[in-house]
């Protein structure tokens, strides 16, 4: 009885947190285009240092995480704390600034976020075949469909849902209303497919490939060894849509830029398990230099909590399995 009082109190917390925070959302996405631009820029700040000091705890993964990845480049404790709490900052801005597209024009929004290299978009969607946008929680990445969706390229993003159903559907209206289709993670299968038929029609589905706690995969990432899903790399196999990493990061002004790469050349040998696992950690190359550029705009929130590192039996504990079912392990 107690077991089921203490379960009962636990979700009514967990609603109650998701309730504040979808009205918290909803009225600042109303009163966004009454308060003058001062003013919310002095609201951002003391919201971005309340937090920093109220969400203690994520504050402490990731001055923890900086530490074992990247003490070399950051020796003082000093300098890593300010390395987090500009990523906090960051992210932070970057709420205010995706708010504020809800109330842009296409034009206003163009204007906002430059473009670095949308000749590798064109080139690739040339080929009809789909683009994987390949990204990280770096700077204001979600931002990037907006800016893409605004430039009139169909575009998805594959998103983890939380399990409060309103306040999903609440941040999928406020996407779909910016051009930005939403594909929820879960179900897989379901997730799977949809993403294959946005491929099919030659558009854009962004995946955030940096959240290392689990996966069958093993790859270096900042000198740890981290679990890394497969999905990204099984889809580009299988579909042949071209993989184009994308980041849309501050420059020295805080000017948003969304910088595009080239293509990636995918690792082919004819053995799909082989492939999978090496062109993940291609991947995580990517992403890891663009970390090691930018880590004050990288959330540091994507290893393991415990830090621990896996065992190399991991990769062993699955079968091979058919290609089909590697498609749904995203």
């Known amino acids: 009885m107690a077991k089921k009082k203490k379960r009962?109190?636990?979700?009514f917390f967990y609603w109650?947190?998701?309730?504040?925070?979808?009205?918290?959302?909803?009225?600042?996405?109303?009163?966004?285009?009454?308060i003058p631009r001062p003013w919310l820029v002095r609201l951002i700040s003391l919201a971005a240092r309340?937090?920093?000091?109220?969400?203690?705890?994520?504050?402490?993964r990731m001055e923890e995480n900086l530490t074992l990845a990247m003490r070399e480049e950051f020796p003082s404790l000093e300098e890593r704390k300010v390395i987090v709490w500009r990523a906090w900052r960051n992210f932070a801005q970057g709420v205010y600034e995706t708010t504020c597209t809800l109330h842009s024009s296409k034009e206003g929004i163009r204007s906002t976020v430059a473009i670095q290299g949308e000749e590798h978009l064109k080139r690739a969607l040339a080929r009809k075949k789909g683009v994987i946008a390949l990204s990280a929680h770096l700077g204001n990445f979600t931002i990037i469909g907006t800016r893409l969706a605004a430039?009139?390229?169909?575009?998805?993003v594959v998103v983890k849902h939380p399990r409060d159903q309103g306040f999903a559907r609440l941040t999928d209206r406020y996407r779909a209303s910016v051009g930005v289709t939403t594909i929820s993670a879960k179900p897989r299968r379901e997730a799977a497919r949809q993403i294959l038929r946005a491929l099919r029609r030659n558009e854009v589905v962004l995946l955030i490939a940096d959240e290392f706690k689990s996966g069958d995969v093993e790859v270096e990432f900042l000198g740890r060894t981290v679990p890394a899903p497969r999905g990204p790399a099984t889809l580009a196999l299988r579909t042949g849509a071209a993989v184009i990493p994308m980041f849309s990061t501050r420059d020295e002004k805080d000017h948003l830029i969304l910088c595009i790469g080239p293509e990636i050349d995918l690792i082919r040998t004819g053995d799909l398990q082989e492939d999978v696992r090496a062109n993940v950690a291609l991947f995580t190359r990517h992403l890891e230099a663009v970390v090691r550029r930018y880590p004050e705009q990288w959330n540091w929130l994507g290893f393991h909590r415990d830090g621990r590192r896996l065992r190399?039996?991991?990769g062993q504990s699955k079968t091979a399995g058919s290609a089909g079912q590697d498609l749904f392990s995203l």
């Open 8 to 11: 009962y109190i636990g979700k």
């Open 151 to 156: 430039g009139g390229y169909p575009f998805s």
């Open 312 to 314: 190399s039996e991991m």
């Open 50 to 60: 309340l937090t920093f000091v109220i969400l203690w705890k994520y504050q402490r």
């Open 16 to 34: 109650l947190r998701y309730r504040i925070g979808e009205y918290c959302l909803r009225g600042f996405v109303s009163l966004l285009p009454l």
